[in-house]
């Protein structure tokens, strides 16, 4: 079964920051898109950020752009997400997920992380 496993989640201040990762064992995901995706409770599952095989091209939700960042070491196998000025609505679990190309639709993912939770307090 194929691993993507996310870390980094947690509780944190409105206008903190967080890093999330996300690595997986699967050297035939070195070359697939990673994206970020969140699920805050009762809503549905909403993209946050894409990274193509090579790092060179990136895109983000409106909602959190200029805020986060998404990059990836690929001789680590891992994805990053690094969150700035935290908002209460950031609150979520977040997922990520691995895809033969760098798509902002959820349903083009075949491979997802169990998920980390990231909680913004006031």
């Known amino acids: 079964q194929v691993q993507l496993v996310e870390s980094g989640g947690g509780l944190v201040q409105a206008g903190g920051s967080l890093r999330l990762s996300c690595v997986t064992s699967e050297r035939f995901l070195a070359n697939y898109g990673k994206a970020w995706f969140r699920q805050a409770p009762g809503k549905e599952r909403e993209f946050v950020a894409v990274i193509d095989w090579s790092g060179s091209m990136t895109y983000y939700a409106d909602s959190v752009k200029g805020r986060f960042t998404i990059s990836r070491d690929n001789a680590k196998n891992t994805v990053y997400l690094q969150m700035n000025s935290l908002k209460l609505e950031d609150t979520a679990v977040y997922y990520c997920?691995?895809?033969?190309?760098?798509?902002?639709?959820?349903?083009?993912?075949?491979?997802w992380g169990q998920g980390t939770q990231v909680t913004v307090s006031s």
């Open positions: 997920a691995a895809a033969r190309a760098a798509y902002s639709d959820s349903t083009q993912y075949n491979y």
